[in-house]
T-cell receptor, first 114, second 111 residues
């Protein structure tokens, strides 16, 4: 275990649904990340939060809405998704996002949009 | 921006042999290079990393080398075991501290 947990592990949702992914880190880190991992594509950074403040939005469509209420929790709210949004969504954390620090990943949420 | 190329995409070795995975990067300002191992159904696990002020780092059967001049770095696994079978990703941290990942190498260690 890396100290980063994600729920749910699997999610199937229709294009009109609204759902949320949750991430929690138990490492005392202050930076958290959302990544998207699609088949045959490199991991793509979506959002970065540093001390609860969003410091990076990597041109992600507005149907993905992140929320970081504190340094230990990160959410990704999903609405009106498209089938091409089906992927593994990974959360990571590190001790700060503004220096070369190790990032630790959770197990991911496998999302299927029908 | 930073671009990371990783080769090969698949690698099959006999148990006990060595495996080498290579990555190149484009941004000379990149200064942190981690390697991750991802097993089926799990998230990427950091296995080793190297910073630009060193040329080589070793941890038991795993080693990473960095050539800043040529902008490439490699992962070396010696005495491979079946449990080393996984997908391995290299990454480079760009000048804005974002990790840019390679496309992954699927390593199969044949018993």
């Amino acid at each position: 275990e890396t100290g980063v947990t994600q729920t749910p592990r699997h999610l199937v949702m229709g294009m009109t649904n609204k759902k949320s992914l949750k991430c929690e880190q138990h490492l005392g880190h202050n930076a958290m990340y959302w990544y998207k991992q699609s088949a045959k594509k490199p991991l793509e950074l979506m959002f970065v939060y540093n001390f609860k403040e969003q410091t990076e939005n990597n041109s992600v469509p507005s149907r993905f809405s992140p929320e970081c209420p504190n340094s230990s929790h990160l959410f990704l709210h999903l609405h009106t998704l498209q089938p091409e949004d089906s992927a593994l969504y990974l959360c990571a954390s590190s001790q700060g996002s503004l220096s070369p620090r190790e990032q630790y990943f959770g197990p991911g949420t496998r999302l299927t949009v029908t | 921006g930073e671009n990371v190329e990783q080769h090969p995409s698949t690698l099959s070795v006999q148990e006990g042999d060595s495996a080498v995975i290579k990555c190149t990067y484009s941004d000379s300002a990149s200064n942190y290079f981690p390697w991750y191992k991802q097993e089926l159904g799990k998230g990427p696990q950091l296995i080793i990393d190297i910073r630009s002020n060193v040329g080589e780092k070793k941890d038991q059967r795993i080693a990473v080398t960095l050539n800043k001049t040529a902008k490439h770095f490699s992962l070396h696994i010696t005495e491979t075991q079946p449990e080393d079978s996984a997908v391995y990703f290299c990454a480079a941290m760009d000048s804005s501290y974002k990790l840019i990942f390679g496309s992954g190498t699927r390593l199969l260690v044949r018993p």
